[in-house]
């Protein structure tokens, strides 16, 4: 098998296995000798295309999300011109939901964001020792306000 065979036979076995197929059924239908073999092939083809970093993510969403974007609305006008409500709503809705993931990927979704600086002014072991103290306290002042006696039969 010549290298590009294996190489597009490894990305079909990823692919396969990203969808959710056992390794035994890939193994099956992608002719490969054991499941070893198969995995082996999963991890070359991670190592040969690893993820691309999040600054390229994040300029390849939103290059997508702006061709989306723009075919809407090209659709929308259409849609506009003939009459079409029930296209338009349905075209408008989907700007909508664009625009609400785009929001999102800036962060502009968020509610009021606050700042909470803390400052820790006891170790634990003086918490733990003051409320040792607040309940001994507690259990002393109990004890006095009992009234002794006995019980007569």
């Not at 396969?16 to 991890?43: F, L, N, P």
């Not at 993510?57 to 997508?64: K, S, W, Y």
């Not at 400052?119 to 607040?134: H, K, N, Y």
Request: aromatic share 6%; charged share 30%; proline share 2%.
């Amino acid at each position: 098998m010549s290298t590009a065979d294996s190489r597009a036979r490894a990305e079909r076995v990823y692919f396969r296995r990203v969808a959710g197929q056992s390794w035994r059924t890939i193994m099956h239908e992608e002719g490969y000798g054991s499941i070893g073999a198969v995995q082996s092939a999963y991890k070359r083809h991670r190592a040969r295309n690893p993820r691309d970093d999040a600054d390229v993510t994040l300029d390849e969403v939103l290059t997508r999300r702006k061709i989306v974007t723009s075919q809407t609305f090209v659709l929308m006008q259409r849609a506009y011109e003939a009459g079409d409500v029930d296209a338009y709503s349905k075209l408008a809705a989907i700007a909508s939901r664009e625009d609400i993931e785009l929001a999102k990927l800036y962060g502009l979704h968020a509610p009021d964001r606050h700042t909470i600086d803390v400052a820790v002014s006891q170790t634990p072991t003086a918490i733990l020792a003051r409320a040792e103290a607040d309940l001994l306290a507690a259990f002393e002042a109990r004890q006095q306000t009992a009234i002794e006696g006995e019980v007569v039969q």
